[in-house]
């Protein structure tokens, strides 16, 4: 049963418009989430984070939003661009996991011009 | 300044072999995590070290596969013998897990895509 779920494998944008991926999870022990950001043939790369005990966490065109109560949470990238394109995954971890992330199975971002 | 590397890239190989994937993290990290993608899953953890000590590998699917890690520059994945059903591609990551807990990022190497014939 997954933990962590991100129930769109697809999305495509308009270039200039907002992308809204979305994640949601079911661990309540969940405190600390991250997303990652994958091109074909690379590792995922660190995108932003974000604590329990905030509901917001900006960085440029980057922003996610945690709604603890709907265990919910949300990227938004705006505006998008075609370099955007990637797969997306969210992560979630509890401080008594130690070090393990859980990962969301992904979504594809698809960023036309 | 070198990110984790992974070797082979690429490996395919006949049902039955012996697979070795293997990992070298960034320099100064001391937690080393290996991680499978599939289409079905997405990305699976299957086995941490922490100073090079295994602390989960309730993540590895059977007996066939196991992993080490000798020293804190290097890690090795086995799987023997290998399946069809193996085939996937194969992520590396490592971090630096200091005294207290803090979320450390996990940088990931290129993974090794794995194919089993």
Partial sequence: DQQVKQNSPS??????????????????????????????AEGPTFLISISSIKDKNEDGRFTVFLNKSAKH??????PSQPGDSAVYFCAASASNYGQNFVFGPGTRLSVLP | DAGVIQSPR??????????????KPISGHNSLFW???????????????????????????????????????????????????DSAVYFCAST?????????????GAGTRLSVL
Wanted: glycine content about 4%.
């Fill in chain 2, 96 to 108: 630096f897990s200091g005294q207290t807990v803090s979320k450390n990022i996990q940088y990931f």
């Fill in chain 1, 73 to 78: 949470l949300s990227l938004h990238i705006v």
């Fill in chain 2, 35 to 85: 991680y499978r993608q599939t289409m079905m899953r997405g990305l699976e953890l299957l086995i941490y070290f922490n100073n090079n000590v295994p602390i989960d590998d309730s993540g590895m699917p059977e007996d066939r596969f196991s992993a080490k890690m000798p020293n804190a520059s290097f890690s090795t994945l086995k799987i023997q013998p290998s399946e069809p059903r």
């Fill in chain 1, 11 to 40: 999305l495509s944008v308009q270039e200039g418009r907002i992308s809204i991926l979305n994640c949601d999870y079911t661990n309540s022990m969940f405190d600390y989430f991250l997303w990652y950001k994958k091109y074909p």
């Fill in chain 2, 10 to 23: 690429h490996e395919v190989t006949e049902m039955g072999q012996e697979v070795t994937l293997r990992c």
